[in-house]
């Protein structure tokens, strides 16, 4: 399907180093000119790490915004030319302390393409081995090891309610056959 959005014009109203936030001059769909705003995002990456016996690392961590705690995928945005497996890799190991032997990619989210440019890429992580965490100064994280099925009511409970953890959940459920 061909766009039914004509970009008159965009600048930048807000940036910082993860997002830019735009507004755009457009015509709408019905003809009639208008604006639209939206955020530029560096992509990100989200690790299913799952051991020998069947078992999910999941991050508990206070969210600023949500004011709230939320169990989390390890995940993290991807750095300037950074590619994504790159960050897999990079993100696991900060915020579990796990490195992984084999990868499998998974495809990737579109999380809210009605208001951000960001890809949300899944992999899924095996052959772990414990090394020790390296979180960011900004992260406070508790890692929470638990049978996959357990993730997966948790999912369905609405115990996790991040909208990237729970799809992935569904995804590698499928994919597994767990």
Do not use: H
Not at 97 to 123: D, H, M, N, Q, R
């Amino acid at each position: 399907m061909k766009s039914p959005w004509q970009k008159l014009s965009s600048k930048t109203v807000y940036q910082n180093p993860w997002i830019t936030v735009r507004e755009d001059k457009v015509i709408r769909p019905d003809g009639k000119k208008g604006i639209y705003g939206y955020i530029n995002a560096t992509d990100c990456v989200g690790i299913v790490a799952i051991n020998t016996n069947d078992e999910i690392y999941l991050i508990k961590q206070w969210r600023y915004v949500g004011k709230m705690n939320t169990i989390e995928l390890p995940w993290g945005g991807c750095k300037q030319g950074e590619k994504p497996l790159d960050a897999a890799k990079r993100e696991l190991l900060e915020e579990t302390g796990l490195i992984a032997i084999k990868w499998y990619s998974l495809g990737y989210f579109v999380l809210y393409p009605a208001l951000s440019t960001e890809k949300s890429y899944l992999y899924l992580a095996k052959d772990l081995k414990l090394l020790k965490s390296q979180p960011e100064a900004t992260e406070k994280l508790l890692v929470i090891k638990l049978p996959f099925k357990k993730a997966y009511q948790w999912t369905i409970k609405r115990k996790i309610n991040d909208s990237f953890t729970t799809a992935a959940i569904l995804r590698v459920k499928e994919y597994l056959k767990l």
